[in-house]
C-alpha cells in the first residue's frame, strides 16, 4: 500500500489570492492521476510552486517499505 504526504506552505504572498491552495491540490490531483505506483521507483517526490513560482512545498508518494517517509509511521 502507497502512502501519500502532502505538505504546503502559505506564508507566501499567492496566497492573499482566493483559490490558490484549491488551485494546488488540483494540480497534485493532475500529477497524481499519472504517477504509477507499480513504478520502481520507492518514492516519488514532487515540488509544489504557487502561482509567483516560489517553492511552497511537496507531496511524497511512498510505499509501504519506505521507511523514511514523513509522518513517522
Known sequence: MSKIFIS?????AAFN???ESARILRKIAADLEHH???SQFDKTTLKLLDFNGNACG???VTNDDDEDSPGGD
Do not use: A, M
Open 58 to 60: 511537496f507531496v511524497v
Open 17 to 19: 489570492s482566493p483559490g
Open 8 to 12: 504546503i506552505e502559505t506564508d507566501n
Open 36 to 38: 504509477d505506483p507499480r
